[in-house]
């Protein structure tokens, strides 16, 4: 059995690492560089980090801090937000990320999954999905443009044509149970998970240790991200992952 991933998450506005509720409220939560170095020293498994308002401010990415970021870490680091084009991609790949995320623009134009997944691999790929759930209680629809856009797209029928495509990762967030450390949204991952054949990395709501193990014990989940539960050093990777060796769930110590 592979080993399950501690991810932690940096949402960067303006330069500085914010987290909110639901992608609302958001506070400011320190120097993304800075931080990590911090989840890297710590054991973290990857890092993630998402340009928040990148896409809804019509804007590049922010080329520096990546750079700055991926010189001080060690570990395979995932950059989103704001990326549209080939150009786009093969500029963050060249700053120093080995994936990329992408939301909107996959939504906007599915043929860039394709021909980036042509291009730079599959496995730089990263299917972006902030899942709402349907007002009906019925589903799941894609939301794009940091939570501001709900599109009508089916979550599942998304996952499955955009694996297809391409795609060699999926990072699933919920926006429900975004902030809110609650728990994952169990019932999304694992429908997610059970029509795709690529990894899933779970994200939104956790909260507590148990929450981790709850993930990743019916084994629909590959990863887990973690944004606030890390950020305000009410848990660290370490403890994470002493946590779930003892529960018999194969982690990197």
Avoid at 29 to 39: E, N, R, S
Avoid at 82 to 99: F, N, S, W
Avoid at 131 to 147: F, I, L, S
């Amino acid at each position: 059995m592979h080993t399950k991933r501690i991810i932690p998450c940096l949402d960067v506005k303006e330069g500085r690492v914010v987290k909110g509720i639901n992608f609302e409220g958001l506070v400011d939560v320190g120097d993304p560089v800075t931080l990590a170095k911090y989840y890297n020293d710590q054991g973290a498994d990857e890092l993630v980090f998402l340009d928040i308002t990148a896409t809804h401010e019509k804007r590049g990415i922010m080329l520096k801090v990546v750079e700055q970021v991926a010189e001080k870490i060690f570990i395979p680091f995932t950059v989103g937000g704001g990326l549209r084009t080939l150009e786009d991609i093969k500029a963050i790949l060249r700053a120093g990320a080995d994936k990329v995320s992408l939301n909107s623009a996959a939504v906007k134009d599915k043929n860039i999954i394709k021909e980036s997944a042509f291009y730079f691999g599959n496995q730089c790929i990263v299917l972006g999905v902030d899942a709402k759930k349907r007002a009906d209680n019925c589903g799941w629809n894609v939301v794009v443009n940091g939570g501001r856009i709900d599109t009508g797209i089916d979550v599942l029928a998304w996952a499955e044509e955009a694996t297809k495509l391409g795609a060699g990762e999926i990072l699933l967030t919920s926006m429900d149970a975004d902030g809110t450390k609650k728990g994952f949204d169990l019932e999304l991952t694992k429908a997610v998970s059970n029509i795709t054949n690529v990894p899933v990395i779970a994200s939104g709501g956790c909260g507590s240790l148990n929450d981790f193990y709850d993930v990743f014990k019916d084994n629909s989940a590959d990863a887990a991200l973690a944004a606030s539960l890390f950020h305000y050093g009410e848990l660290t990777v370490e403890e994470v992952k002493k946590y779930l060796d003892n529960k018999n769930i194969p982690v990197r110590l």
